[in-house]
């Protein structure tokens, strides 16, 4: 199970926001380059960055902070990027810049020739962010909440070729409330692609309950307010994915 910090960036300070509400959102650093780093340096196999400035424009407004973790991680690990990115022009940019994977969101789903696109560009280094509430995608920053259902949405994309799907539950993104199990669950065995479980994460028992599931497709989950808060101990939470991937590899394989 691979657990990805999360660098959400408003204003170019390190965030957290409550249920995507950029009114309700705290700041945990001035400078996220050293929370890069930090990360990092406490076993984090990837960066999960995104620009919600971006998300709500429609175009990367934190460029430069987000150069500066580029530059600091100097390819030690990889880094997905997503918010606002909605052209070739930009995800090429991205790409040549660092960048290992780009999430796109809003405009897959309002421009799935465009994603489609993407996908076959861009072969391996496309994500998908599904974020939904009650089941329903959510767009624009989360500022929108259409009639598409997750799982239906998700189908759709399976044949584009991107490589993972990021599925956000924004009801409990940023509330400490656990992650929806069920609805990640479902998805999972919906589709043939890797899903990356997002929003709710609190505690040390979410994370051994994703780890239960990784064979049905859950492959890995982003760690947002509770590893800032403390509530989650991120370098041991890793080190215990890490021992329990390593006992059900164990136990299916009879070594």
């Known amino acids: 199970m691979l657990l990805i910090p999360a660098i959400d960036l408003k204003d170019g300070n390190c965030v957290r926001l409550q249920q995507g509400n950029m009114e309700k959102s705290t700041v945990f650093a001035q400078n996220p380059s050293d929370m890069a780093v930090k990360w990092q340096t406490m076993g984090a196999k990837s960066l999960h960055i995104v620009d919600l400035n971006g998300a709500f424009a429609g175009s990367i407004q934190n460029k430069s902070a987000i150069i500066d973790i580029i530059d600091a991680i100097d390819g030690k690990i990889p880094i997905q990027l997503g918010g606002g990115i909605r052209d070739l022009k930009t995800i090429e940019f991205w ?84 992650i929806n199990i069920e609805a990640t669950l479902a998805l999972a065995q919906s589709v043939n692609i890797p899903i990356i479980a997002s929003g709710g994460l609190s505690t040390i028992k979410d994370i051994e309950q994703l780890c239960h599931y990784q064979d049905e497709g859950i492959s890995g989950v982003i760690c947002g307010r509770a590893i800032y808060t403390g509530d989650i101990d991120f370098q041991a939470a890793q080190e215990i994915a890490d021992n329990l991937a390593a006992d059900t590899f164990t136990q299916v394989y009879q070594i």
């Open 95 to 178: 790409l040549d810049a660092g960048i290992r994977s780009i999430i796109i969101g809003t405009a897959a789903v309002k421009d799935p020739i465009f994603f489609k696109d993407a996908c076959q560009i861009f072969i391996g280094h496309i994500m998908v962010g599904l974020d939904a509430k009650d089941g329903l995608i959510a767009t624009d920053g989360w500022s929108k909440i259409t009639k598409h259902k997750v799982i239906d949405v998700a189908k759709r994309f399976e044949d584009y070729g991107v490589n993972s799907i990021i599925y956000t539950d924004i009801g409990r993104d940023g509330m400490l409330e656990g």
